[in-house]
């Protein structure tokens, strides 16, 4: 996607994202073959739960509709939240990750692996891990000096909050499932939910 087109979907959908308070993250576009695939990444200090998404995303087709910011041709629009190894590039970014494992990569080439304790407009405290026995230690990390930082799976986090880096680990299935798509022209039914009156008529017959 041009960023001339990135540009110009950007200011036309984030104001209506804004308006479901909710933030705009990502806008791809993506084409395969004859397909085309108009990719929207939202989310909030919340998160977004699938009502949300759905809601955001029946906006979203129908300023597109009413415009040609897509162009000629039938495309399919997919609304979700971010991944569970998200990218953090903004300051809200990193507030969301309070209490999550990252990966920072620093300006001057290193690298640390860290768990998010605090956030201010600075940088960030940290906690890293402590290695054969020893204990963590925390370290102050100041935005000016990471140049990449990225949240990381954790699967056998093993400390007094285990009950919620369970409910960590089931965000991040839920930020992985929370798609919702819709088609220019179209309609996609995406929930796998059989229709109830037909399962009752199969069940009587």
């Given at each position: ?14 104001p209506l ?10 806008i ?20 977004a ?15 597109l ?19 569970a ?9 990193y ?5 999550r ?24 405290d ?20 990471v ?11 093993k400390?007094?909050?285990?009950s919620?880096d ?5 965000d ?13 022209g ?5 929930d ?13 017959a």
């Amino acid at each position: 996607m041009s960023t001339t087109q990135s540009e110009r979907l950007r200011e036309l959908l984030e104001p209506l994202v804004s308006s479901q308070g909710l933030d705009l993250e990502e806008i791809e576009v993506d084409s395969v073959g004859r397909k085309r695939v108009l990719r929207v990444v939202v989310d909030s200090d919340e998160g977004a739960d699938l009502d949300a998404i759905a809601d955001v995303s029946r906006a979203l087709s129908a300023k597109l509709d009413e415009t040609d910011a897509m162009g000629q041709g039938e495309y399919t629009l997919e609304v979700g939240t971010p991944g569970a190894e998200r990218e953090l590039g903004e300051h809200r970014h990193y507030v969301r990750a309070t209490g999550r494992l990252v990966r920072f990569q620093l300006a001057d080439g290193g690298e640390v692996v860290a768990r998010i304790l605090a956030v201010d407009d600075e940088g960030v405290d940290v906690e890293v891990p402590g290695v054969k026995g020893r204990r963590p230690t925390t370290r102050r990390l100041a935005f000016a000096d990471v140049a990449k930082a990225r949240v990381q799976v954790e699967f056998n986090r093993k400390s007094n909050a285990d009950s919620a880096d369970s409910a960590d680990s089931a965000d991040s299935a839920h930020d992985a499932d929370n798609t919702d798509s819709s088609g220019a022209g179209r309609v996609e039914d995406t929930d796998g939910v059989e229709d109830t009156e037909d399962m009752k008529e199969e069940e009587e017959a």
